[in-house]
């Protein structure tokens, strides 16, 4: 493999790096250190005039993350050992590599589940905690970071800082959800949750449009441990809620079954016959606009029918938690095209305004999301939080191979209109914003103080990504 001299960087074999949604990509030599030692070296290598290291946990974020055109990519997936785990207290410690996937596989059968999972179950704790990621619960457990105990982080000079609470608290605040900038994550420890079931009761709702979806999840928030919209953005936000509670211990007549692999693993064949691996084709055929309005339709009204005879019914926490996973490889459907996702945080108040004028929008620029995802959150004390007291809406848009500058048109008028709202933006999702928009998007005090860390623990600015030269302008890098 050819080694690149624009980076500085030598005798590593140049890859190609993918956005998760294949949006994007950087070619760039990667290296995948095997431990703290391994990862100093490769530091060393990334100090190298004209070079920079950008971090990458499992690459699940959607757009250019956790790319880096511009030098090395460190790559965690091969530090991925559970260095601790104790059993009557559910904490869990972990190299910056273990997937969540990892974590529930070991943890469930003693009855502890992560706490906050995203929709799928394959990035690392170390991207998680770098993005401080939200689940379908963010409203009552809060982000990934309130989990976190502690964590070691690597520094650009090499040294080594434990941070928690109370250990450098004001680093705590800022390295979790500090997209990587700060430091690299080595050692994680993360309080899990009790659970006495394996599985949850869920119950479906339908609602005919944003108002109602977002009136349901205001009455009901309380009395929930996770709810979650799912969007029908050609059917003007008409939508289908899931509402799901942990099992009180009393309710599972069959905890250890419930609690096992086997009972989670997600079935291999669809109808014990179609293998789930080739299901992406048969939607493949539905990916584009008169198809995914006939896909939104059916699923609406798949849902009324099963919230009118389907009451609340049990499931499996990783059934409902990784309903993505159920189609290994869907994203490949949007092909030879690829896709984008756009996710506005915004305050309640202005929650339902705000998302109706982007589906608007949408439909009028011509580039209507094939699958939309309401969520409610709560803020939280991290320097560079994106969540709000409000809601979320994430869209999916397909992105044709000659429809970029139509999406972006699209992207500034919805960004204008989440701006006026008070909402925010979500790095690990994004692909659109421009710096000025970012700007906009987060509390001065939080970008200067954020910046000045930047300054003190990076002078040199070995930390970079393409989304960090995309957002900061050099001043502040
Ligand atoms: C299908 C799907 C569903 C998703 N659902 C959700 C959801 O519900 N909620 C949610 O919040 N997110 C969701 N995400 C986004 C995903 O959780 C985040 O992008 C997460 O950061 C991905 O982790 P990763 O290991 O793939 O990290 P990457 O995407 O590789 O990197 C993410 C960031 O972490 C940094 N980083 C990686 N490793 C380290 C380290 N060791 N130390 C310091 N920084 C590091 C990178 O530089 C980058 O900035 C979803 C993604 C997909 C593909």
Redesign the pocket.
Known sequence: MPTTATTGVTDVPTETVDA?GMNTSSKSPVIRPRSVDELRTALMQARKPGSCA?????????GD??LNSDGLVLD?TGMREILAFDPETGVLDAE?GVTIEQVWRHALPHGWWPPVV???MY??L???A??N???KNNFQAGTIGRHIREFDLILADGSMRTCSRDLEPELFRAAIGG??MLG??TRISLQLRRVSSGDLWVQPITRPNLTELVAYFEDHWEASDYLVGWIDGFGGGRGVIHQAWYLNPDEDEATKRTLTEEHQDLPARLFKVIPRSWLWWGLWCFFHRPGMRLVNAIKYWLGRRSAKHLRRHRQALVGFSFL?DYLPGWKHAYKPGSFIQYQTFVPKENAVAVFEAQLRLAKEHGVQPFLGVLKKHLPDPFLMTHAVDGYSLALDFPLARDGKDRMWRLARAMDDVVLEGGGRFYL??DSTMTPEVFEAAYPDEALRRFRDLKRELDPASLFQ?DLSRRLLTPSTR
């Open positions: 998760w950008g971090l990458r946990g499992a690459g699940c974020s959607y993350a956790s965690f910056p995203p929709g799928t990035p690392t170390g991207g998680c770098a993005m990621i939200h689940g997209f990587g690299v994550f993505l690990a999702k990504t």
